[in-house]
């Protein structure tokens, strides 16, 4: 730049290295993170000589140099894309969040016909880092390509044994005991539930909770109060339910999404729900909060979860395979006034 420039110079690596008093490898190292290469206090020192500076680093020539993207990919087909599935819209926002404060970007993609397909497209561009997957089956697939393929990735639900185990997940059959456990103490003895179909673990978890928690306390609920089907469905069997003489006292449902359909057929019958029949759910997301009144539910947590996802993938990036075993988080119970 001339002498007398109306145009600042740029600061640069050089510049940082000199006002901290290191080399240019070390101000390198510390813009990699590569924290094993750099003592605690020369880190400190080459972040406040970036900061004196106003020093912004170059992140296309960082990721050239890295080969990497800065990107992880998330993978979404079918319950999630709809748009009353409240609790992937809020785990996506916790994803990208917390993917911003590792320096990344989350890619949400889904698919057309085959969804390995598009996953082999997405290896050989080597656009992504890593992904974060859901929804899986226990022999998922998408897992076993990537593990064939050595590509980094994190999975919100448990694996094959035979499988990397990085996933994370939680207890679902301890949080629907702890939430029959609360019922019952609130008095409840006459129960129903209701549940979305499918064959997926989780689903069956949580069934297995409301059955194991009842009969901890000698109550068996007779099949015909028990429904797993779709909307129709479920509409279908809460109407059979609060049309007998004598209705249960509480609807348990094995996600939010089932309790406000629950919640929708009691309020149009004239109930009351949380007065006249109580409704509790299992996810604890956006779904809950707009109900009337707020759904009693097991909340999953979700920035928890989100945080472990992206961390076990920034560890896979770096490090390659970690051996690391699955993570059970625990739920929480989400108190409202439906039960």
């Known amino acids: 730049m001339q002498p007398g420039s109306s145009r600042a110079r740029r600061v640069g690596i050089v510049d940082v290295a000199a006002h901290a008093g290191v080399s240019r490898q070390t101000v390198s190292n510390v813009l990699n993170e590569r924290r094993g290469n750099v003592s605690t206090d020369t880190y400190d020192r080459v972040l406040a000589a970036m900061a004196a500076l106003g020093y912004q680093p170059n992140r296309a020539a960082q990721n050239?140099?890295?080969?990497?993207?800065?990107?992880?990919?998330?993978?979404?087909?079918?319950?999630?894309m709809q748009s009353v599935n409240g609790f992937f819209v809020h785990f996506v926002q916790a994803l990208v969040r917390q993917a911003a404060?590792?320096?990344?970007?989350?890619?949400?993609?889904?698919?057309?016909?085959?969804?390995?397909?598009?996953?082999?497209?997405?290896?050989?561009?080597?656009?992504?880092?890593?992904?974060?997957?859901?929804?899986?089956?226990?022999?998922?697939?998408?897992v076993r390509l990537l593990a064939e393929n050595g590509?980094?990735?994190?999975?919100?639900?448990?694996?094959?044994?035979?499988?990397?185990?990085?996933?994370?997940?939680?207890?679902?059959?301890a949080g629907m005991r702890a939430l029959v456990g609360h019922l019952l103490e609130r008095g409840h003895r006459s129960f129903a539930y209701a549940g979305a179909p499918g064959g997926e673990y989780w689903?069956?978890?949580?069934?297995?909770?409301?059955?194991?928690?009842?009969?901890?306390?000698?109550?068996?609920?007779p099949d015909r109060n028990v429904c797993h089907g779709p909307d129709r469905g479920v509409r279908a069997f809460t109407r059979r339910l609060?049309?007998?003489?004598?209705?249960?006292?509480?609807?348990?449902?094995?996600?939010?999404?089932?309790?406000?359909?629950?919640?929708?057929?009691a309020h149009a019958m004239g109930r009351a729900v949380g007065k006249d029949v109580a409704v509790t759910g299992f996810d604890g997301?956006?779904?809950?909060?707009?109900?009337e009144p707020a759904l009693t539910s097991v909340r999953i947590p979700v920035e928890r979860i989100a945080r472990e996802l992206v961390q076990r993938c920034r560890r896979e990036i770096d490090h390659g395979p970690t051996g690391e075993p699955g993570l059970l988080v625990p739920t929480e119970l989400l108190h409202g006034a439906s039960a």
Not at 65 to 80: K, P, T, V
Not at 285 to 291: D, K, M, N, Q, V
């Open 101 to 142: 404060r590792d320096n990344y970007q989350v890619v949400v993609f889904t698919h057309q016909d085959d969804p390995l397909r598009t996953f082999r497209e997405l290896i050989a561009q080597r656009n992504i880092d890593a992904f974060v997957l859901s929804e899986s089956a226990v022999d998922d697939p998408r």
């Open 151 to 173: 590509i980094p990735f994190a999975c919100m639900g448990r694996l094959a044994s035979d499988l990397p185990q990085q996933w994370v997940d939680v207890d679902n059959t």
């Open 242 to 265: 609060l049309t007998r003489t004598a209705p249960p006292d509480v609807i348990v449902c094995g996600s939010d999404a089932v309790a406000a359909v629950v919640m929708h057929v």
């Open 64 to 80: 050239l140099r890295s080969r990497r993207s800065m990107q992880i990919g998330y993978h979404m087909f079918g319950e999630q």
């Open 285 to 291: 997301g956006a779904i809950g909060t707009f109900t």
């Open 203 to 221: 689903k069956a978890e949580r069934f297995t909770g409301f059955a194991e928690g009842l009969a901890a306390h000698g109550i068996r609920v």
